[in-house]
């Protein structure tokens, strides 16, 4: 993405929420945008999904510039009691995904039965979401979303209504899922040690109105992360030192 | 024995204001003016039996089935159309707010004009009392389908279409079958003075005709079957709704 700008609201009263955010992210990656409550991570996610338009500037997907969301850039949300259909059972959400993605129905079976024991629900399929708990909530999402064999997964704060025991689980998951099928994933957080554990490059922004990407971070240490380890809680420091609120 | 506790205190609440009623009929009210249960018992039996009663609920039943499912199905055309289209939804909302107002009993006197007293007079009082209520419940449903699950409905590539029916639809249905529920309990309020002002016939007439006969056994009767009817319809509906239903209304409780 090139000089995003976007600005809310009429002249008479705008509000400049990002102010030229220039980011480029390679295939295969895991970004992090970290910034404080009100930075503008959200509202740049909309837009790399396509739900938003930049006000100035250009986002582009593969050379394309980005219109509408598509199944090439799936949206992933903290709310996962809302975003899956709750009236369906954790299997026929992802199946609700092959249904939309128009996949012959010989292959449904098949394909649910990968993705349900890639996130381990294998043996809650039959279950509602109101009846799973949050991180498995928020696994059949990460299931769904692989359905549609995505090339760029858009978490924003994913975890951040679980307890801390179940995000800890949750980032493993995500990770390993990551080195399996090698997504690109850009993943907004306001929590640091988060930022540290999962990415490989962490992109501070700082607090709006006019919000930009002020310092990017290489964590280049290798996984599954220490956050103990000097090097990490160096990393930690630095990043903490570069935020502004 | 738990599963009996509820139908048995069903079961007694019954009992203990029937005993109550019959008590203060026979001991301290004038009997004439509310006769007690056995009385009215008396009253029902050749009622029933002739069939008499059952022409009149058949007859308001009818009127109260077409206009409450015309209303019905019109009413969630129009609001998933308002729930969907900003525009529709900003021109005709004020003249919805103002009209709602207007409840069936008022409308009794142009529709006699415009209709006459037979059928179709309370096929539209039905209608237009069912029509408001189902209207601005399916317009609420529609527009609080949860944008986050039409946005990852989206993600995932479902079109518009498919979103609309297979997203938005669907997170309306609570607010669509509550307000069905609602409208039904209208309908079966509304029939009663559409029939008692212009009519010939249903329950309503009934209860009219027994007042002008001074038959107060009567209009015990009839008032107890609108008491019944209601209750049964009601039921009827949520267990329907249960049975077709259960997995889109299951969730309102737990999102």
């Given at each position: 993405m090139?000089?995003?700008?976007?600005i809310?609201g009429?002249?008479a009263?705008?509000y400049?929420?990002?102010?030229?955010?220039?980011?480029?992210v390679?295939?295969?990656?895991?970004v992090?945008?970290l910034?404080?409550s009100?930075c503008?991570?959200?509202?740049l996610l909309?837009?790399l999904?396509g739900?938003d338009?930049?006000?100035e500037?250009?986002?582009?997907f593969?050379?394309?510039p980005?219109r509408?969301?598509g199944?090439?850039?799936?949206?992933?949300?903290?709310?996962?009691?809302s975003?899956?259909?709750?009236?369906?059972?954790?299997?026929?959400?992802?199946?609700?995904?092959?249904?939309?993605r128009?996949?012959p129905?010989?292959?449904?079976p098949?394909i649910?039965?990968?993705y349900?024991?890639?996130?381990?629900?294998?043996d809650?399929?039959?279950?509602?979401?109101a009846?799973?708990?949050?991180?498995?909530?928020?696994?059949?999402?990460i299931?769904?979303?692989?359905?549609?064999?995505?090339?760029?997964?858009?978490?924003?704060?994913?975890?951040?209504?679980?307890?801390?025991?179940?995000r800890?689980?949750?980032h493993?998951?995500l990770?390993?899922?990551w080195?399996?099928t090698?997504?690109?994933?850009?993943f907004?957080?306001?929590?640091?040690?988060?930022?540290?554990?999962?990415a490989?490059?962490i992109?501070?922004?700082s607090?709006?109105?006019?919000?930009?990407?002020t310092e990017?971070?290489?964590?280049g240490l290798?996984?599954?992360r220490?956050?103990t380890?000097p090097?990490?809680?160096a990393?930690?420091?630095r990043?903490?030192?570069?935020?502004t609120? | 024995?738990?599963?009996?506790?509820?139908p048995?205190?069903?079961g007694?609440?019954?009992?203990?204001a029937l005993a109550?009623?019959q008590?203060l009929?026979?001991?301290?009210?004038?009997?004439?003016?509310?006769p007690?249960?056995?009385?009215?018992?008396?009253t029902?039996?050749?009622m029933?039996?002739?069939g008499?009663?059952?022409?009149?609920?058949?007859?308001?039943?009818?009127r109260?089935?077409?206009g409450?499912?015309?209303g019905c199905?019109a009413?969630?055309?129009?609001?998933v159309?308002l729930?969907?289209v900003?525009?529709v939804?900003?021109?005709l909302?004020?003249?919805?707010?103002?009209?709602?107002?207007?409840?069936?009993?008022?409308?009794?006197?142009?529709?006699?004009?415009?209709?006459?007293i037979?059928e179709?007079?309370?096929?539209?009082?039905?209608?237009?009392?069912?029509f408001?209520?189902?209207?601005?419940n399916?317009t609420?449903?529609?527009?609080?389908a949860?944008?986050?699950?039409?946005?990852?409905?989206?993600?995932?590539?479902?079109?518009?279409l498919?979103i609309?029916?297979?997203?938005v639809i669907?997170?309306a249905?609570?607010?669509?079958?509550t307000g069905m529920?609602?409208?039904?309990a209208s309908s079966?309020?509304?029939?009663?003075?559409?029939?008692?002002?212009?009519?010939?016939s249903g329950i309503?007439?009934?209860?009219q005709n027994s007042s002008?006969?001074?038959?107060?056994?009567?209009?015990?009767?009839a008032?107890?079957?609108?008491?019944?009817?209601g209750?049964?319809f009601?039921?009827?509906?949520?267990?329907?709704v249960?049975r077709?239903?259960?997995?889109?209304?299951?969730?309102?409780?737990?999102?």
């Amino acid at each position: 993405m090139r000089n995003v700008k976007k600005i809310f609201g009429t002249d008479a009263q705008r509000y400049v929420a990002l102010d030229g955010i220039d980011l480029e992210v390679a295939s295969g990656e895991f970004v992090c945008l970290l910034g404080p409550s009100g930075c503008g991570k959200s509202t740049l996610l909309n837009i790399l999904a396509g739900f938003d338009q930049p006000s100035e500037g250009a986002v582009e997907f593969e050379g394309a510039p980005v219109r509408g969301a598509g199944k090439d850039r799936v949206m992933f949300f903290q709310d996962a009691g809302s975003a899956l259909l709750p009236w369906l059972s954790a299997e026929e959400n992802v199946r609700f995904a092959l249904r939309v993605r128009k996949l012959p129905r010989e292959e449904w079976p098949a394909i649910i039965d990968k993705y349900l024991v890639m996130v381990d629900l294998k043996d809650h399929r039959h279950k509602f979401p109101a009846q799973l708990s949050g991180g498995m909530r928020q696994r059949l999402q990460i299931a769904r979303a692989l359905a549609v064999e995505p090339k760029v997964l858009l978490m924003d704060e994913p975890f951040a209504a679980l307890d801390a025991l179940t995000r800890r689980r949750m980032h493993g998951f995500l990770l390993d899922i990551w080195k399996r099928t090698g997504k690109t994933i850009v993943f907004v957080t306001h929590d640091i040690a988060e930022a540290v554990t999962l990415a490989d490059r962490i992109c501070v922004m700082s607090v709006g109105p006019g919000s930009r990407i002020t310092e990017v971070v290489d964590v280049g240490l290798p996984r599954p992360r220490d956050l103990t380890d000097p090097q990490a809680a160096a990393l930690f420091r630095r990043v903490e030192g570069s935020l502004t609120w | 024995m738990v599963g009996m506790r509820a139908p048995l205190l069903f079961g007694a609440s019954i009992l203990i204001a029937l005993a109550a009623w019959q008590f203060l009929s026979s001991f301290v009210f004038n009997p004439f003016l509310i006769p007690p249960p056995l009385v009215v018992l008396q009253t029902a039996i050749p009622m029933v039996k002739s069939g008499e009663i059952f022409r009149h609920v058949a007859i308001s039943m009818a009127r109260v089935g077409v206009g409450f499912f015309t209303g019905c199905a019109a009413a969630i055309v129009l609001g998933v159309v308002l729930g969907r289209v900003k525009l529709v939804n900003e021109l005709l909302d004020p003249v919805i707010e103002l009209l709602r107002y207007l409840s069936p009993t008022a409308m009794i006197p142009i529709a006699v004009i415009w209709f006459g007293i037979g059928e179709t007079s309370k096929y539209f009082l039905i209608f237009w009392g069912t029509f408001f209520i189902v209207l601005i419940n399916t317009t609420a449903g529609v527009m609080r389908a949860p944008i986050i699950r039409q946005r990852a409905a989206a993600c995932l590539g479902a079109s518009p279409l498919q979103i609309f029916l297979l997203v938005v639809i669907p997170s309306a249905a609570p607010y669509i079958v509550t307000g069905m529920r609602i409208a039904m309990a209208s309908s079966f309020m509304s029939i009663i003075p559409a029939e008692i002002l212009a009519a010939d016939s249903g329950i309503g007439f009934l209860l009219q005709n027994s007042s002008i006969l001074l038959q107060t056994n009567r209009i015990f009767v009839a008032l107890l079957t609108i008491c019944v009817l209601g209750f049964a319809f009601d039921r009827l509906f949520r267990i329907a709704v249960d049975r077709m239903l259960s997995r889109y209304m299951s969730y309102i409780a737990l999102t």
